[in-house]
Structures are given as C-alpha cells and as structure tokens.
C-alpha cells in the first residue's frame, strides 16, 4: 500500500509557476507508475501527465504539454508536477496517483490517491 500527500497548491496570478509535490512518506516510488490528474469544478477528473517506472514520461494531449513537467526526486520518493505559465482554465484540484503495472489515462484503474491539493488561477 502506497499513501500519498499532495502540497504545493495555491491561489496564484496567470502567468505564475507553481511546483506541486507527491511524497510517498519516505517509500520507495522506483517500482511505481506515478501520474498526475486533475479536477476542474463540475468536471471529471482528467488525466495531466504520467512517470512510468521505467522512465517513460508522457504527456496529456492538451495545453498542459509544454508548459508542465513531471519529475522524480533523486530518491524516488517524491514525484513534482512543475506548472509553468499558469492560466484560468488550469484551476482544479490536482491529485497523485500511483499504480504497479497500469500507464494509461483512465482514472478507475490507478491503484492509489492522494486526497489532493487545490490550485486556482486568478486572470
């Protein structure tokens, strides 16, 4: 069993940078699939940007490209979520999730959660 924290959110201005953290509490992430998602007031939960653990990086196919970017700690017991040129529609809340074997976008077959951690952009 994983248990995960989420920190680092905020109220911020567009344009702004944000750096979200995932710690596992001092747990190993190496084995793990980590992913970022996200959940905009009224929404479904989407899918943001994934680290596989085998070093696979990727992407969702929206505006997030380019201006997010996912990362390990040295000690593979954090995971960050480093958003840059934050806008409006980047308001959500912002969850951690880990899984052994599964990498896709679907939500449902993610193994463990974070309670997640707010972030809203003010234009």
């Known amino acids: 069993q994983v248990q995960l924290v989420e920190s680092g959110g905020g109220l911020v201005q567009a344009g702004d940078s944000l750096r979200l953290s995932c710690d596992a509490s001092?747990?190993?992430?190496?084995?793990?699939?980590m992913g970022w998602f996200r959940q905009a007031p009224g929404k479904e939960r989407e899918f943001v940007a994934r680290?596989?653990?085998?070093?696979?990086?990727?992407y969702a196919r929206s505006s997030v490209k380019g201006r997010f970017t996912i990362s390990r700690d040295d000690a593979n017991t954090k995971v960050y979520l480093q958003m840059d040129r934050l806008a409006p529609d980047d308001t959500a809340v912002y969850y951690c999730?880990?899984?052994?074997?599964?990498?896709?976008?679907?939500?449902?077959?993610?193994?463990?959660w974070g309670q997640g951690t707010p972030v809203t952009v003010s234009s």
């Open positions: 999730a880990a899984s052994l074997f599964y990498v896709g976008e679907s939500m449902n077959r993610w193994d463990y």
């Open positions: 001092g747990r190993t992430l190496s084995n793990w699939n």
């Open positions: 680290s596989s653990r085998d070093g696979i990086i990727t």
